[in-house]
Antibody, heavy 117, light 112 residues
Framework: QVRLKESGPRLVQPSQTLSVTCTVSGFSVTSYHVSWVRQPPGKGLEWVGAIWKGGSTDYNSALKSRLSISRDTSKNQVFLKMNSLQTDDTGTYYC???????????WGQGASVTVSS | QITLTQQAESLWISPGERVSITCRASQSLLYTDGKHYLSWYQQRPGQTTKALIYHASVRTDGVPTRFIGSGSGTEFTLSIEHVQPEDFAIYYCLQTLKSPYTFGAGTKLELK
């Protein structure tokens, strides 16, 4: 059974760095692409970036300067790091597995993050 | 970047009715392989986000046949026939033709 689970801090101070981990099961991160998507409270979805199955990455150009996505293939984990956080980075951060057509066919429950002092 | 416009922020319908949600792209989502890189998602409170349709019209595994994706080029529609109580949710379109991938703003189906 395919599962993705995000974990990370619930509260981060402004200007600090957010680190979220996506632990997957039921598939290998070396066989499927994984994206990060975020959602501010009460708002829509925004694609943050992806790590392709070959290990290369692609980032939303609006966030690129603050982002890093990496993985640990031995643990089947994908990592999101975003620095210089501001209050408008508050929201839920999801990881999602890609399948044919680059559809995001499986999502995690999300990690809720609040940026506040 | 490609902009996806979902004109309707909300749609009010009664169970059993048919509803159509539209998504317009700022440029064609047709790739050289002949496929459209447009997918549809459902968000319900307390549930993980669910992929319904990919390549504009292909249902993902286990999605009921009442969900129908159609369209081409820049105009796409998600139709739900005989809406069920569990279908009241928010629906998003997503393009994965070009980076950055972009979502529509979402359309909320509400009970009339």
């Amino acid at each position: 059974q395919v599962r993705l689970k995000e974990s990370g801090p619930r509260l981060v101070q402004p200007s600090q760095t957010l680190s979220v981990t996506c632990t997957v099961s039921g598939f290998s991160v070396t066989s499927y692409h994984v994206s990060w998507v975020r959602q501010p409270p009460g708002k829509g979805l925004e694609w943050v970036g992806a790590i392709w199955k070959g290990g290369s990455t692609d980032y939303n150009s609006a966030l690129k300067s603050r982002l890093s996505i990496s993985r640990d293939t031995s643990k089947n984990q994908v990592f999101l790091k975003m620095n210089s956080l501001q209050t408008d980075d508050t929201g839920t951060y999801y990881c999602a597995k890609h399948s044919e057509g680059y559809v995001m066919d499986a999502w995690g429950q999300g990690a809720s993050v609040t940026v506040s002092s | 970047q490609i902009t996806l416009t979902q004109q309707a922020e909300s749609l009010w319908i009664s169970p059993g009715e048919r509803v159509s949600i539209t998504c317009r792209a700022s440029q064609s989502l047709l790739y050289t392989d002949g496929k459209h890189y447009l997918s549809w998602y459902q968000q319900r409170p307390g549930q993980t986000t669910k992929a319904l349709i990919y390549h504009a019209s292909v249902r993902t595994d286990g999605v009921p046949t009442r969900f129908i994706g159609s369209g081409s080029g820049t105009e796409f529609t998600l139709s739900i026939e005989h809406v069920q109580p569990e279908d009241f949710a928010i629906y998003y379109c997503l393009q994965t033709l070009k980076s950055p991938y972009t979502f529509g703003a979402g359309t909320k189906l509400e009970l009339k």
